[in-house]
């Protein structure tokens, strides 16, 4: 069992940043991948970043390359996105996401995962 808890985000100006925190009251190292998706109004969840805890490997959207940067801190159950360079399309509700069924799939596809935070809202202003 996994809980996840979301917190960091807020309002900023274009160019500027934030980092988000996820807690998570489980193992993180027993998940598959954790991922952060975020929410527009009105659109789809889209998976911005992800990292698998065993090895390291990360994936990110090709919006936020560059700019965003994923963790994972296994001492603390941690998960972050540090948000530089924030652009006013990054405006979401942003959710941490964790994987434990080791289902495979993409891991942009939300339907492969089985935890999920609450979401914190991050408003970028020009």
């Known amino acids: 069992q996994v809980r996840l808890i979301e917190s960091g985000g807020g309002s900023v100006q274009v160019g500027g940043s934030l980092r988000l925190s996820c807690a998570a009251s489980?193992?993180?190292?027993?998940?598959?991948?954790m991922t952060w998706f975020r929410q527009r109004p009105g659109e789809e969840r889209e998976g911005v970043a992800c990292?698998?805890?065993?090895?390291?490997?990360?994936y990110y959207t090709g919006s936020v390359k560059g700019r965003f940067t994923i963790s994972l801190d296994k001492a603390n159950n941690t998960l972050s996105l540090q948000m530089n360079s924030l652009k006013s399309d990054d405006t979401a509700m942003y959710y941490c996401?964790?994987?434990?069924?080791?289902?495979?799939?993409?891991?942009?596809?939300?339907?492969?995962?089985?935890?999920w935070g609450q979401g914190t809202q991050v408003a970028v202003s020009s």
């Open positions: 996401a964790a994987d434990t069924r080791l289902d495979g799939g993409n891991w942009y596809n939300q339907a492969t995962y089985n935890y």
């Open positions: 990292i698998y805890p065993t090895g390291g490997d990360t």
């Open positions: 489980g193992y993180v190292s027993e998940a598959y991948r």
